[in-house]
């Protein structure tokens, strides 16, 4: 009870605490005014302005103390309603929980990703994975990016400024925009880049508080519209009424060299009555990062790139009746590893703060239609520090060498917003369909683009840094509006057959009109057996960055239309008995007008063009003393409009995911991840990246109903691999991280 009143009373000012001190602590430990020309950090100089000069630079490490160390020995000390049997959060999970399903009672849960209505999964026509809070724990994942890269048909690689490369079935782009990633059903793709998951990386959530990941691949654009190009990933939250009490997750990470990083995470949830309910989860991280020796930089010169990161990630969803809201803030400040420009140098970074509000209903009308409104707003602001030239590496013949004892230094901002209501009805009159109808109204803007930097274009280098936005920006202020209707049908034809077909229009207020289909077929062929059959088209809209980008290398093209993709997808899966699921899936995405520089260009052109085939295999089988196995395997071709393979992208992928009860108390998982070599580009001297195998364990020592401990070790085989660098960027590509090991500890208490 006493939990209640302190979130519901303090929330205001314990939520503005939170924020108001991680910002100022974040910015004065690492953004300072630069004290000399010669002492550059990432200027932030007119952040830090805002607060009292009186206060000192403290590291975030011992803020975690001090914020939550009070809080948590109330929480401890404090009963919580409906906590009696919380024994069972633990040791015995309820039967509706997902921790024990066997693979043929997995296929008979609701997804809420495939369609707009939820469907069972061994309905849908669509090619879904789920990942289980089971399976996250077991893994000892630490990141998303963990999860997703066990998904058959996804890939993750690592962009030069330490961003997760996204690959959906071959098709990789540096921002990875061409997949939407949700939180419940809120969009995290930004307008900017239109992208989660490139600098404002809000894909990269709080593991403790995700119930399960729905993981849709193939055109989504008939349901969720632009960015759901390829796929969707979709990451619902654990409800009150499962966690009911709190729980306390520490982790500390370390490899060879030395310490890598921690991070706390506190979750709270209490269902008050059957429509009342709150959840509140708070995740501070810091880390160090591994340090990746480079041999040498776009400059020449060797170092290491280093992927410091820090981010505080606040959620809260609360539920009153027929209505719920659901809010996210979130702030993370993180190093440039190989830098924007493949130029080391641990000043270099990205701060952005990033939240949103939703506000969601479920009104009943009449006896057959149920409306489902909502409303939204989400905003976006973004500082990025980047290195031009490093000191000394200036050629005396260049037109900047008055900037070589100094480097040449650009220091960017801007903000950006989405606001949007939607407002949905499912009709249920008809016995053997189901209908869903509604349209949704959205505002995109970015606003406030600022540029700052020591070259003013009098040929030498000024301090401190001055506004150049006047004359040097890299873009400029932008809106638009898009209005988009859509209907679903899900046709229950025979008992055997089921259609799902959807068709959405989107109209943007710069660049005009996109229609997107899609028709979807389950044939259940025997009891355990169903053939599914799909086809659809996609798109992605032109984003910001691609529309209106300044730059000394390209820049954005205000006339560009949206990409296209047409999709069909032919797809067999078998339970034959209760303890085995097997599926396969057969693709061919054929891309068209993708946004791209072409070569000899200097601004974005729909000029690209390419085919995506393949299969993807996957398989689960789990036996009756516990142990579980699930693996899959991936083929896919790609082909560029000339007829060449694509690069960086290798045609085999395969990985294994195991738990393996040790004792009473104690169980182990197991991970291994594989993929053959990856070709070059045509114009590419280096010879083709050598394929790598990854293998990642995990120890779950149950000490007490109430107490986890846990170790893990990744790439517990030291595998020295790497990942693609572009041609002419790196000659070494990215060399991936070495062993390290991680100590967990979980605690639940009323």
């Given amino acids: 009870g006493l939990i209640k009143n302190l979130v519901q ?26 004290k000399s020309i010669n002492d550059v950090g990432r200027c932030r100089s007119h952040y830090s302005s805002h607060y009292s000069s009186h206060y000192s630079s403290q590291s975030l490490r011992h803020v975690l103390g001090l914020l939550f ?35 043929t009672q997995l296929a008979e849960i609701s997804v809420v990703s495939a369609s707009l209505a939820p469907q069972r999964l061994a309905d849908s026509p669509a090619s879904v994975t789920v990942i289980t809070r089971e399976q996250i724990q077991r893994m000892g994942a630490r990141t998303i990016y963990d999860l997703l890269r066990h998904v058959p048909g996804l890939r993750v690689d690592v962009t030069n400024r330490g961003r997760p490369l996204i690959s959906v079935r071959g098709i990789r782009r540096d ?25 404002v990386e809000l894909s990269n959530l709080p593991l403790e508080n995700i119930e399960r990941i729905e993981v849709m691949l193939g055109p989504g654009s008939a349901l969720f519209g632009s960015n759901a190009f390829l796929g969707l ?12 009490g709190t729980e306390l997750a520490l982790h500390s990470e370390w490899e060879a060299e030395g310490y890598i990083g921690s991070d706390i995470n506190l979750l709270y949830g209490e269902a008050f009555q059957a429509d009342r309910s709150l959840t509140f989860n708070a995740n501070l991280i810091d880390r160090e990062g591994e340090r990746i020796p480079v041999t040498a930089d776009a400059s020449g010169l060797p170092g290491l790139a280093e992927r410091d990161f820090e981010q505080v990630d606040l959620q809260a969803r609360g539920l009153l009746g027929q209505y719920s809201v659901q809010a996210r803030y979130t702030q993370q400040d993180r190093g440039e590893s190989h830098g924007a420009l493949y130029l080391l140098n641990p000043d270099d970074g990205v701060f952005f703060k990033s939240g949103f509000v939703e506000i969601d209903g479920k009104l009943q009308l009449g006896e057959h239609v149920r409306l489902l409104p909502r409303a939204y707003f989400d905003y976006y602001d973004v500082e990025a520090f980047i290195t031009q030239f490093r000191r000394g590496t200036i050629p005396p013949d260049s037109s900047y060498f008055a900037f070589n004892e100094t480097g040449l230094y650009t220091h960017l901002g801007q903000n950006s917003t989405k606001a949007g209501f939607e407002l949905r009805a499912s009709d249920f009159r008809f016995d053997s369909h189901r209908v869903t109808y509604g349209l949704l109204w959205e505002y995109q803007a970015q606003d406030d683009l600022r ?96 529309l209106f980008l300044v730059s000394p290398f390209f820049n954005g093209n205000s006339d560009l239309n949206e990409e296209q993709v047409r999709t069909v997808e032919i797809g067999l899966s078998a339970n034959p008995v209760d303890n085995l699921s097997t599926r396969i899936t057969l693709f061919q995405n054929d891309l068209d007008r993708l946004i791209t520089i072409p070569p000899g260009a200097t601004t974005f052109e729909n000029a690209g063009s390419m085919t995506s085939r393949g299969l993807e295999f996957d398989v689960s089988y789990q036996w009756s003393n516990g142990v579980g196995l699930s693996a899959n395997y991936s083929y896919v071709d790609v082909t560029l409009d000339n007829g060449d393979p694509a690069p960086d992208e290798p045609a085999h992928t395969a990985s294994a995911l195991a738990k393996i009860p040790l004792a009473d108390r104690l169980q182990a998982g197991l991970s291994v991840y594989w993929q053959s070599a990856s070709p ?41 691999y790497a990942q693609p660098a572009p041609v002419g960027t790196l000659n070494d590509d990215f060399r991936g991280a070495g062993r390290s090991i991680r100590a967990e500890l979980r605690f639940a208490f009323p």
């Fill in 9 to 34: 009373h303090e929330i205001g000012l314990f939520g503005e605490g939170i924020v108001y001190w991680f910002d100022l602590f974040i910015t004065l430990d690492k953004y300072q005014a630069m």
């Fill in 69 to 103: 160390s009070p809080a948590l020995l109330c929480c401890a000390a404090m009963p919580v309603a409906g906590s009696a049997d919380l024994q069972g959060k633990l040791e015995n999970q309820p039967s509706a929980d997902l921790f024990d399903l066997l693979p």
């Fill in 175 to 199: 921002t990875s925009n061409q997949l939407l990633f949700l939180l419940d059903g809120h969009s995290l793709n930004e307008p900017t880049n239109g992208s989660a998951a490139f600098l």
């Fill in 233 to 244: 990933v979709n990451i619902i939250t654990r409800n009150a009424a499962e966690i009911d």
């Fill in 451 to 546: 540029s700052f930097g020591n070259d003013i274009g009098i040929g030498i280098p000024v301090y401190p840094f001055q506004d150049v936005s006047d004359f040097n920006n890299f873009g400029q202020d932008a809106n638009r509006i898009l209005i988009a209707p859509y209907v679903e049908d899900i046709w229950q034809i025979t008992d055997e057959l089921i259609l799902n077909a959807g068709l959405r229009l989107d109209h943007y207020s710069d660049f005009g009109n996109s229609w997107n289909p899609r028709l979807g077929l389950t044939w259940r062929l025997h009891p355990n057996y169903r053939l599914r059959a799909l086809y659809g088209t996609a798109f992605r809209a032109p984003d910001f960055r691609s």
């Fill in 680 to 720: 070059r580009a045509a114009i590419d001297s280096r010879s083709a990246l050598p394929g790598y195998t990854l293998l990642d364990l995990n120890l779950i020592y149950r000490w007490s109903p109430r107490l986890e401990l846990g170790l893990a070790a990744y790439n517990f085989l030291d595998e020295d």
